[in-house]
């Protein structure tokens, strides 16, 4: 199967150089709205093909754009239609029926949307071998409206992805803080796991007191302490508390600003996060997450200050992020259900939502009497579901069973 990354390349421009740049980010960013309004307009229906159809050789007469650099244009604009539209799919719209009292839920799509999707950022997608690629010089070769232009670059890491198995695709010019990168999409052939071939498997349970609790086959808990992470969030949230009841400009600027580096933080966090988990474990391990997708904050909690803790962490990140290490080490991440794994004692069995004492951080079995910190137990228990998995089964879950009369 094939694994796909996201490699940051520096670059270095001139300013002649970066004039031309700026235009073909503005003219592609105009001509991705113009192309997403025909869209909106047309319902959604359009394929590529018809769009390039109807609109290519009208974006490239109006906005200056080449060949590929057009049809460049239509994967962009579909490609954030698509996103939308998939994270659409994950909401649901409640109402109450006044007649009956009782409560509905429909699924969202992208026909909820009210107005066209808008792209008021510049940017420009180029095409591997089309709109760029490497010299022998270690340069880098771009191509703008006008011309084709030779640029430097930071090499770094890069070096070690520049060999036969690595396959470049296509980038994005970005630009930052008066500083210009090519994100580049970049794609390896790896072996799919085989469950026969594991050494390690790891229960990990992600939360705020400790962001990662490990146990692994050995009886090792390893425990990420949260509270330096939560007091530095809480400066985050004053801060932005501040600015908000200003309500200027000025602090509308600073607002954005700061966001952005709770964002870049939170990403460095979760990277070193995974990081650390790839390198202690090597390959040829199982890495066992709970499924979160469809836990309800409010519902397990109450509290709302809590609920917003959990729901602004970036978990999906930290799974998304080792996921991908994992598999470039050789090991996977396998996604069970969360259900009863922080209830379940896993000495005896028994589960009992009693057995778990949340302000004291300790889980205590009424059953067998077996004390432990309350997320260390949650690992144990995500681990045995994660050793079910490497032994052949499907669907692992627990299940409480009801007493008989």
């Excluded at 394929?47 to 290519?56: F, G, M, Q, V």
């Excluded at 999409?185 to 071939?197: M, P, S």
């Excluded at 890495?287 to 978990?315: C, M, P, Y």
């Amino acid at each position: 199967m094939k694994q796909g990354i996201t490699l940051k390349l520096r670059i270095d421009v001139s300013k002649e150089q970066e004039l031309e740049l700026r235009k073909l980010q503005e003219q592609y960013r105009q001509a991705c709205q113009k192309v997403s309004n025909y869209y909106f307009e047309h319902y959604f229906e359009p394929s590529r093909y018809k769009l390039h159809d109807a609109l290519y050789y009208n974006i490239r007469s109006e906005f200056g754009l080449k060949a590929q650099q057009a049809q460049s244009v239509f994967i962009t604009v579909l490609a954030r239609y698509k996103t939308i539209d998939t994270q659409m799919k994950k909401k649901h719209f409640r109402y109450q029926d006044h007649a009956t009292k009782e409560w509905h839920s429909v699924q969202k799509n992208i026909h909820w949307l009210q107005k066209p999707v808008q792209f008021k950022k510049p940017q420009s997608d180029m095409v591997y071998n089309r709109d760029w690629n490497f010299t022998k010089d270690q340069t880098v070769k771009l191509t703008t409206l006008d011309s084709r232009i030779e640029v430097p670059c930071h090499f770094d890491y890069f070096d070690s992805y520049l060999t036969d198995d690595w396959k470049f695709g296509t980038a994005k010019l970005v630009n930052k803080s008066d500083k210009w990168f090519l994100h580049v999409g970049a794609t390896k052939e790896v072996e799919e796991y085989k469950r026969e071939d594991t050494e390690h498997v790891v229960g990990i349970d992600r939360g705020l007191n400790f962001l990662l609790t490990s146990y692994d086959e050995k009886g090792n808990t390893g425990f990420v302490n949260g509270k330096d992470i939560t007091h530095k969030r809480n400066k985050f949230a004053k801060l932005r508390q501040e600015l908000q009841s200003k309500n200027t400009k000025s602090s509308k600027r600073r607002l954005k600003a700061i966001n952005q580096r709770e964002n870049r933080w939170m990403t460095d966090v979760n990277h070193q996060l995974s990081k650390a988990l790839v390198g202690r474990y090597g390959e040829k391990t199982v890495f066992v997450l709970e499924d979160l997708q469809n836990i309800n904050w409010q519902r397990s909690f109450g509290s709302k200050k809590q609920n917003k803790k959990h729901t602004d962490w970036a978990f999906y990140q930290l799974e998304e992020f080792l996921m991908y290490k994992a598999i470039l080490s050789g090991s996977v991440v396998v996604k069970i259900n969360a259900q009863y794994t922080s209830q379940r004692c896993p000495k005896c069995g028994s589960i009992d939502k009693n057995n778990r004492h949340h302000k004291m951080s300790e889980y205590h079995c009424q059953t067998c009497q077996y004390r432990s910190n309350d997320d260390r137990v949650a690992s144990m228990n995500i681990q045995e579901l994660g050793k079910l998995w490497v032994s052949g089964e499907t669907n692992v879950k627990y299940e409480k069973i009801l007493p008989t009369d």
